[in-house]
C-alpha cells in the first residue's frame, strides 16, 4: 500500500551560487518528486538565497530528501514548514478576455478577491492577486466562463508565524559571498 | 611572482601533500601536462583510459587515506572517468579530479570535445566546480580536498576550461575554507552515548557490524577495544574487511546475501546490533522488513542523511567513528557474552559455510585461499565484482585494515586492474594481488601496459570460469538455466600478458596451483596466472534476491562437512 501522501513545503536557505538549483533539483529527481512549484529570491542576508519548494510525497521521502538537501555543499538551512503555522503566500497574472460589455463583470469580481488591474486593452485585461492556492484557484475557476487566455503563478513562499522565524543565527558575523562578488565563482553554468 | 592556472594547479596539489597524479593528457588539459616537468617532485602516472586513472587513484587513495587525483581532458577524457567517479562516490573515497574544460568562449557552444562534466557527474560527486578564471583555481582546489577528505569522503570534481590555466596571477593558496554549509559533525551526542553504553550493558545477545566507516576513520584500535571490553563479537561488511582483525576470536566474517551462514542467522536471533559506520546496503540486509526482527539497533555514522534511510535505529549516533567509538568505550563497563558466543559457535560448526570439497577439479574457492595462504595478511588484495570476489569476501580473513580493496556499492566489473596499480603505487614494497574475474578482466586489461611501463610487480589472477560467473549463477538459480549471453570467448590471457611484457602463467589443475602462486611470488615482476577454473561452480552461502537473511541457503558442501571431508558431485547445475 503506498505511503499516505502529504503536501510538503520546505524552505532552503542556500548559497546565492551557480549551479545550486540544479543540484537541488536534482536531489529531488533522484527520489521521483515531482516538484509542484519553486520560488526562488534573495533573503535578507546578503549572499545567501531562500527557496520554497512545494512537493508531494511521504513523511518519510520527504524527510530523507531532506537530509540529502543538507548535502549539497552551498545549502546552509533547510526548513520543512509542514504542518507549521505559515502565512503563505503567490502571486498570479492571469490575462481574462473583456469586452466592453462584461468588463464591469469581471471587474466585480477582481474587487472581492483584492486583485488589480495591471493593463486594459480592448479585448482582454490582466489582473494582479495575491493570496494562498486556494484563493488563486478561486478566482480563476470564477474568470474561465469569461475565456481565461494566461495564468501565471510564481509558486508559494511561505514564512512561519510569531517568534524569531527561521532567520539564520550563527552567532557570527559572517558574510555570505555570492556569484557576483569577485570571489571564487564555481558551480556549473546553470 | 605571478603564476599561470596550470602552475597554481600544481602548487595546489603540492600544498595538499598530493605525489601521484594518475592521468591523461587531451587537447583541454594541455596546458596542465606542459607544467608538469617543472615539478618533478609529483609522479604522474600515464593509465591507459580515464576509467582507469580513476580507479587508480580510488585504490591509492584507500591505502594512503590521502585524496586520490586523477587528471583528464574535457569530453570524452571527463566522461571515461564518470565510472570511476561513481564507484567512489558509492564507496565513499576521498578522490580529487582535475579535467580541463574546452577554452571558456566554447563551453555551452557545443565546442569540440565539450561535455558538461559538472552537470553530469552532479549525482555522483559530493561536490564540483567549474573555474572561469585564474584566481578562482587556488580556493576552488583547497575547498576540492577539504571536501573530498572531511566528513563522509567522497569525490569531487574541478573542470578548468583550457585558457584558464593559462591565465596568469597572483598566487596565494587559502589558509582556511569558507563553506558556511559544510560542517561535518564529527563529536557524537553525548547523551545518545550514554544511551547506546546502556543498550549495551542490558544486551545478551549483541553484536557489532562494522562497515567502511571503521577503516575510513582510522578507527580499527577503537574497534577492537569496543569488543573485546563487551565481548561482542563483530561482523564486517563487505567494505569493512579489514576493519577488525580477521584471525581476532571475536570475528565472525562477513554478513549478507554471500555472507557467512552462521551470522546471517545471528543477526536475526541478536538483541542488540552496534552498526559501527556502514549504512544497511540492501546486499547486507536482506528483505528489509525481516531484517533483525529482534534487535535494538545502535547506528553509529558520520552521514547523518544515512541514519534511518534503510532502518530506524533506536539509538542514532551522528559523528566520526573513531571519536564516538572512544567516548563509548569510555562508557561501557566489561561484560561477558559467554551463551550467545557459544550459540554462534555451535552454529557455526553445525553450518561451515565456506568448505572446499575434496576433488581432483580446479575449484576457483580453493585458488583464492591458496593465495591468500601462500601471501599472507601484509599483502593488499584487490578484486573485480563477481563471484571471485564473493569467494575472495568469504574465504581471505583480512587481517590488516585497507588490505582488501574492492567495489562494493557501484560494483563495477575491471575494477581490479587498475585499481591494483593505484594500489602498488601506493606501496611499492608491498605484494599486490589482483583477483580478477575473466570478464571484468577483459574490460580494463589495457591497464596492463600501465603495470609494465612503470615496472609494478603485481600479480594478476584470473580466476577463468569462462563465465560470466556470477549472471550465469542467477541465469541457472532464478531463470532456469536459461544462459543467455554468459559464455565469453576468451583470448589466450597467457599470451595477452607475454605480449605487454608481463610474465604469463596457465594453470589447469589443483597440483600447479600452489608452484604457480610461488612463482608468482618469487618474481620480482608482474605476473598474471590463468587460472582456468571449474566452470559451474556457484558462490554459496547464499540469500536469495527478495528473500530475508532468515531464509539463506547454505553452501551444499557445508551440510556434508561434518561427515568427514566433503567430496565434490560429478555433475552440479545443469549443463
Known sequence: MPARLQHHTIVALVEDKPGVLNRIASKWRQRGFNIESLAVGHSEIPGLSRMTFTVDGAMHDVEQ?????????????????????????????????????????????????????????????ILEVTGDEEKIEALYELLLPYGVKELMRTGRIAMSRGGAGHHLDDGTQRRYRSAGEGKAQVGSLL | MKLTGAQIVMECLLREGVDTIFGYPGGANLPLYDTLKQYPQVRHVLVRHEQGAAHAADAYARVTGKAGVAWATSGPGA?????????????????????????????????????????????????????????????????????????????????????????????????????????????????????????????????????????????????????ERAQMPVITTLLGLGGFPGTHELCLGMPGMHGMYWNNL??????????VGMRFDDRVTGRLKDFAPKAKIVHIDIDPAEIGKNIAPTVPIVGDVKQVLADLISEVA????????????????????IVIPETDQLLPQYVIKAIYDASGPNAYYVTGVGQHQMWAAQYFWIDKPGGFITSGGLGTMGFEVPAAVGAQFADLKATVWAICGDGGFQMTSQELATVVEYELPIKYAIINNGYLGMVRQWQELFYKNNLSAVRMYQPDFVKLAEAYGLRGLRVTDRAQVAPAIDAALSHPGPVLIDFQVEEYENTFPMVPPGAALQETVDSPYAAAASDGPVRRPATQGVR
Open chain 1, 65 to 125: 530528501v531532506t537530509k540529502q538537501l543538507y548535502k549539497v555543499i552551498e545549502v546552509v538551512k533547510i526548513t520543512d514548514l509542514t504542518g507549521e503555522d505559515v502565512v503563505a503566500r503567490e502571486l498570479a497574472l492571469i490575462r481574462v478576455a473583456a469586452s466592453p460589455n462584461n468588463r464591469t463583470a469581471i471587474l466585480e469580481i477582481a474587487h472581492v478577491f483584492r486583485a488589480n488591474v495591471v493593463d486594459v486593452a480592448h479585448d482582454s485585461l
Open chain 2, 79 to 227: 566522461t571515461n572517468l564518470v565510472t570511476g567517479i561513481a564507484n567512489a562516490w558509492m564507496d565513499s573515497v576521498p578522490l580529487v579530479c582535475v579535467t580541463g574544460a574546452v577554452v571558456s568562449w566554447l563551453i555551452g557552444r557545443d565546442g569540440f570535445q565539450e561535455a558538461d562534466i559538472t552537470g553530469i557527474t552532479i549525482p555522483i560527486t559530493k561536490h564540483n566546480a567549474l573555474v572561469l578564471n585564474v584566481e578562482e583555481i587556488a580556493p576552488a582546489l583547497r575547498e576540492a580536498f577539504h571536501i573530498a577528505t572531511t566528513g563522509r569522503p567522497g569525490p569531487v570534481l574541478v573542470d578548468i576550461p583550457r585558457d584558464v590555466q593559462q591565465q596568469t596571477c597572483e598566487f596565494e593558496y587559502p589558509e582556511t575554507v569558507d563553506l558556511p554549509g559544510y560542517q561535518p559533525t564529527t563529536k557524537g551526542n553525548g547523551r545518545q552515548i550514554k544511551r547506546a553504553a546502556q543498550l549495551i550493558a542490558e544486551a545478551e545477545r549483541p553484536l557489532i557490524l562494522a562497515g567502511h566507516g571503521v577503516i575510513i576513520a582510522r578507527a580499527w584500535d577503537q574497534l577492537v577495544e569496543l569488543a
Open chain 2, 266 to 275: 545471528a543477526i536475526s536471533e541478536a538483541d542488540l546490533l552496534v552498526a
Open chain 2, 334 to 353: 566489561p561484560v561477558r557474552h559467554d551463551a550467545w558466543r557459544a550459540w554462534i559457535a555451535e552454529l557455526r560448526q553445525a553450518h561451515p559455510s
